[in-house]
């Protein structure tokens, strides 16, 4: 069975400052992996995902996230925090097979001014 | 397009009650899924249709909880009788088979007193 790990529950960064959320999966071969976005509130909005070929994936709003197989890790980072980015931020996987994501707990982030 | 249409929004309701969450996805998209979203489980898939077929339900808590989708921009899901334990937050999602996107409506935010 797949799953996800976000180790870091709560995050804290200062505007300006670069942002790296981690995220570990679980699973037998190459998963789909994304990355969600929570704001209060909100639903979930996609930030970017990655599926195969460069393990470096360009996302919205400035974001990106690297594949690293050997590591099981699909990190996001951000090199410069807005006070807008203060969300809650989800890794999820998606198998080749099902269809349905699994998702990590999630990170929040706050952003000080 | 005006995305993922859940109603209602919010839903406060007695130990008991049936309550019915709706939900009309994306024109065109052929995957719905229900997750829900508690601070205790994180987010988690409860079922999902494929051109408004059943196929994993694997996540459904229990009798009291059944999902219907009569047809491709209208599904709803049932919880009777409704108990506080099923306080939560119900997104639904969809997407189209040829993406891996997921789109999420804006939830459903469900309190049983």
């Known amino acids: 069975a797949q799953s996800v790990t976000q180790p870091d529950i709560h995050i804290t960064v200062s505007e300006g400052a670069s942002l790296e959320l981690r995220c570990n999966y679980s699973?037998?071969?190459?998963?789909?992996l994304f990355w969600y976005v929570q704001s209060p509130g909100q639903g979930l909005q996609l930030l970017l995902k990655?599926?195969?070929?460069?393990?470096l994936v360009q996302g919205i709003k400035g974001f990106e996230a690297e594949f690293k197989r050997s590591q099981s890790s699909f990190n996001l980072r951000k090199p410069s925090v807005h006070w807008s980015d203060a969300a809650e931020y989800f890794c999820?996987?998606?198998?080749?097979?099902?269809?349905?994501?699994?998702f990590g707990s999630g990170t929040r982030l706050q952003v000080q001014p | 397009d005006a995305g993922v249409i859940q109603s209602p929004r919010h839903e406060v309701t007695e130990m008991g009650q049936e309550v019915t969450l709706r939900c009309k996805p994306i024109?065109?998209?052929?995957?719905l899924f229900w997750y829900r979203q508690t601070m205790m489980r994180g987010l988690e898939l409860l079922i999902y249709?494929?051109?408004?077929?059943?196929?994993?339900d694997s996540g459904m808590p229990e009798d009291r909880f059944s999902a219907k989708m009569p047809n491709a921009s209208f599904s709803t899901l049932k919880i009777q009788p409704s108990e506080p334990r099923d306080s939560a937050v119900y997104f639904c999602?969809?997407?189209?088979?040829?993406?891996?996107?997921?789109?999420f409506g804006p939830g459903t935010r469900l309190l049983v007193l």
């Open positions: 999602a969809s997407s189209f088979r040829d993406q891996e996107t997921q789109y």
């Open positions: 999820a996987v998606r198998g080749t097979g099902r269809r349905a994501l699994t």
């Open positions: 249709f494929n051109n408004n077929v059943p196929i994993d």
């Open positions: 699973y037998g071969a190459t998963p789909y």
């Open positions: 024109s065109g998209h052929d995957y």
């Open positions: 990655y599926f195969s070929g460069d393990t």
